[in-house]
Structure formats: structure tokens, C-alpha cells
């Protein structure tokens, strides 16, 4: 009965690989995001994505994109995986026009070390 | 582009008293939500209690509430009778109203609660 839940939990991978978060939500929401937390636990926005728009935040490297093959999954996709990649992924939802419209529910996070 | 600052990195309480966790924050948008999220050592980010920036009225959540000073940009977290529980990094989180929303998060309080 989990709302937002993200598979794996943990990923430890090397240097130059393609690897992917996946993420799902069961909360009916239509919109979805994914944060990067780093080491000193500061959390940004990565994207957010709904069936009307993508938006990217700028600083996000092309080596990331979201995926969603339906509004109930969004899934992070990393191609040549580098050393400052290592983080933890939070993937969080909300519904858009609700009363608790920006109210963002998040997943457990995915902790990503990068060898 | 809007700013969060928790200017407290670190703060302790004893058990069953009150603590107050201070956030600043900047805009220019006129419709907005704030929020305080909770990330226990589980990682996992708890929504703590939610403020609509039209509203005069403080939020409240059982032990927790907020004092809104909007034209100050202030939105400080207060916890009554604090319990061991409650020891976590406190992040202070703006959204603006609007689709697909991205949340702007302060970079964090880590909150000790001393028995």
C-alpha cells in the first residue's frame, strides 16, 4: 500500500555505465518529479512531469532523462554514469488543481554511489 | 527564481520542551505554498505542515505550527513538547501555485532532541 516507491533502494555501479530509477506512484496523482539530494543533504529539483509538460531544471546534465510510459511512472534514466553522480534520488508526486495542489508526496529515496 | 535560507544548520531541544526552527525566504510571486518537511534518519521526507501564502491563519499540526509573517518572508516551524521522535533534518520548502510546481528546498536544520 505504499504511495511513492522507488526501486532500488540502493545502486552502486561504476564509472561510464548506464543505469535506471525506477518510480511509482499509486496515489492517482498526474504529476511527478524527481530530486537529487547531495552529500551535504541539500535537495534540488531535477524535473518535473506531467501530461502536459516536461520541465527541466537547467543544471541537469543531458545525461539524465525522465521517462514515463504511463502518468503512474516516472523513471530516471543515467547514461556514463560519473563520480559526482553519487547522491540520493528522491522521485515525489503531486495533483495539480487539487486542494492540496503542490502538496508533493516522496518516494524513499534511491542511494546511488558511483565507483 | 526563488531562495529558501534556514540559517540554523543545527539545533537542540531538551524533551518536552518547545524549539523553533527559522526559514526565510524569497519571491516575487504572489501566490504560493510553503512547507516543512521532516527526514528522520530513514531518509524518508515526511510533509510536517503546509501554509497557503494567501491565508492569514497559522498553520497547525497537533505539535506543530507555523508563525506566516508574509511581508517579513519569514516561516519559522515551532514544535511543543518535543519527543525523542521528533529528531530529524527539518527542511523549509517553497512551491509556487501553478502546474507542475517545483519545490525550492533551504538547505536544512538538523534538530537533536536531548532526553
Known amino acids: 500500500d505504499t504511495a511513492v516507491s522507488q526501486t532500488p533502494k540502493y545502486l552502486v555501479t561504476q564509472m561510464g555505465n548506464d543505469k535506471s530509477i525506477k518510480c511509482e506512484q499509486n496515489?492517482?496523482?498526474?504529476?511527478m518529479y524527481w530530486y537529487k539530494q547531495d552529500s551535504k543533504k541539500f535537495l534540488k529539483i531535477m524535473f518535473s512531469?506531467?501530461?502536459?509538460?516536461?520541465?527541466i531544471n537547467e543544471t541537469v546534465p543531458n545525461r539524465f532523462s525522465p521517462k514515463s510510459p504511463d502518468k503512474a511512472h516516472l523513471n530516471l534514466h543515467i547514461n556514463s554514469l560519473e563520480l559526482g553522480d553519487s547522491a540520493v534520488y528522491f522521485c515525489?508526486?503531486?495533483?495539480?488543481?487539487?486542494?492540496?495542489?503542490?502538496?508533493?508526496?516522496f518516494g524513499p529515496g534511491t542511494r546511488l554511489t558511483v565507483l | 527564481a526563488q531562495t529558501v535560507t534556514q540559517s540554523q544548520p543545527e539545533m537542540s531541544v531538551q524533551e518536552a520542551e518547545t524549539v523553533t526552527l527559522s526559514c526565510t525566504y524569497d519571491?516575487?510571486?504572489?501566490?504560493?505554498?510553503l512547507f516543512w518537511y521532516k527526514q528522520p534518519p530513514s531518509r524518508q521526507m515526511i510533509l510536517v505542515i503546509r501554509?497557503?501564502?494567501?491565508?492569514?491563519q497559522n498553520a497547525t499540526e497537533n505539535r506543530f505550527s507555523v508563525n506566516f509573517q508574509k511581508a517579513a518572508k519569514s516561516f519559522s516551524l515551532k514544535i511543543s513538547d518535543s519527543q525523542l521522535g521528533d529528531a530529524a533534518m527539518y527542511f523549509c520548502?517553497?512551491?509556487?501555485?501553478?502546474?507542475?510546481?517545483?519545490?525550492?528546498f533551504g538547505s536544512g536544520t538538523q534538530l537533536t532532541v536531548l532526553p
Open positions: 520548502a517553497f512551491g509556487p501555485s501553478g502546474s507542475a510546481r517545483q519545490l525550492t
Open positions: 519571491t516575487s510571486e504572489s501566490d504560493y505554498y
Open positions: 501554509q497557503e501564502a494567501y491565508k492569514q
Open positions: 512531469y506531467n501530461n502536459k509538460e516536461l520541465i
Open positions: 496515489l492517482g496523482h498526474d504529476t
Open positions: 515525489a508526486s503531486s495533483q495539480d488543481g487539487s486542494s492540496k495542489e503542490n502538496e508533493q508526496f
